[in-house]
């Protein structure tokens, strides 16, 4: 690891929180710049991935979709525990239906795209997150309506489109993967293989900053047109996370997963798929206008605690002794 990567690693955190603030400023300062960041987020969140997958050992996801334990912790976590749990915090604005429906939408979604990113930096499991993104997209696809229906009603439910989901499952995880693959297996067969993982450990920080500062120079704007309204969100947004990192917390122990597995977990239940769902809410009839700031305020609050969790798990799950990623 070169001197520049492990300066950047040790201060990631003090990183990641400045380039929010730069996306936030520049989001404020110059509005017109919002349209072109949303354009930029899916292509940095895909070289973000690239580089993360670049890291993974593909010969492990084998191994990691035959991890009955795992894949059945996160299944409970985010299609059980996380419903509960988000019925229970949005109680906290039931009485603004376009806040509680996009508030669900959010919620009720588990991340499939960066959480693998931000696991990875804590020192979870990124290969067996990587193998259960498909698993939890089908799911989610299949689940979010039937929550929605019982929450919300049939009107919200029926809104739900499967192309989204689709889309950045095609864009964000199976096209990144093949490329890094192709890229490892060209790798290998030459004398830079080593310098393919040394590029790609040197390309996280930096890409994660883009992608913070391209999602927040985005949508920081639209926020604070609304913010009076937005601001009863912050609350809800703040309890799930607060809630959902000890269960997942005690759901991996429950499964006596490794420490590496057991982060995984914890960012699988607090991490939601916010750029994902998005598109589904802006389909929804204009009552329901708030709805996609909603979800947009959820991402904003998700990524500042993103930030803290790569800091904050590792000490809630110490590696207690050498696990494989």
Do not use: K
């Amino acid at each position: 690891m070169s001197a520049g990567t492990a300066w950047m690693e040790r201060h990631q955190v003090a990183l990641f929180l400045g380039a929010l603030g730069v996306g936030a400023a520049v989001g404020v300062g110059l509005p017109n710049v919002a349209g072109a960041a949303g354009a930029a987020v899916s292509p940095v969140l895909g070289l973000l991935l690239y580089a993360t997958f670049l890291g993974v050992p593909f010969s492990r996801l084998r191994s990691s979709l035959r991890d009955g334990r795992f894949l059945l912790t996160l299944a409970v976590l985010n299609f059980a525990v996380v419903p509960a749990v988000a019925w229970a915090v949005t109680r906290l604005i039931s009485g603004e239906r376009a806040l509680l429906v996009g508030a669900l939408f959010v919620l009720l979604a588990p991340c499939i795209d960066y959480v693998i990113v931000f696991a990875g930096l804590a020192g979870g499991s990124a290969s067996r997150l990587l193998a259960a993104s498909p698993l939890l997209m089908l799911a989610q696809m299949v689940m979010l309506p039937l929550y929605l229906r019982l929450f919300v009603g049939s009107e919200v439910a029926a809104a739900v489109d499967p192309r989204p989901f689709v889309q950045a499952l095609v864009l964000l995880i199976l096209l990144p993967m093949a490329a890094a693959a192709l890229t490892q297996f060209a790798a290998s067969r030459t004398r830079w293989g080593s310098g393919v993982h040394r590029t790609a450990a040197g390309a996280m920080v930096p890409l994660m900053m883009l992608t913070l500062g391209c999602v927040t120079a985005s949508q920081i704007a639209g926020v604070g047109a609304h913010l009076e309204s937005l601001l009863r969100l912050v609350p809800t947004y703040v309890l799930f996370v607060v809630v959902m990192i000890p269960l997942g917390a005690i759901a991996g122990r429950a499964a006596r997963l490794d420490p590496a597995a057991r982060r995984a977990v914890i960012f699988s239940g607090t991490t939601r798929n916010g750029l994902v769902v998005l598109p589904l809410v802006l389909a929804l009839p204009a009552e329901f206008g708030l709805a996609p700031l909603a979800v947009i305020v959820q991402t904003l609050v998700e990524l500042i605690a993103m930030v803290a969790m790569v800091r904050l798990v590792p000490r809630l799950v110490p590696r207690r002794r050498p696990t494989l990623n």
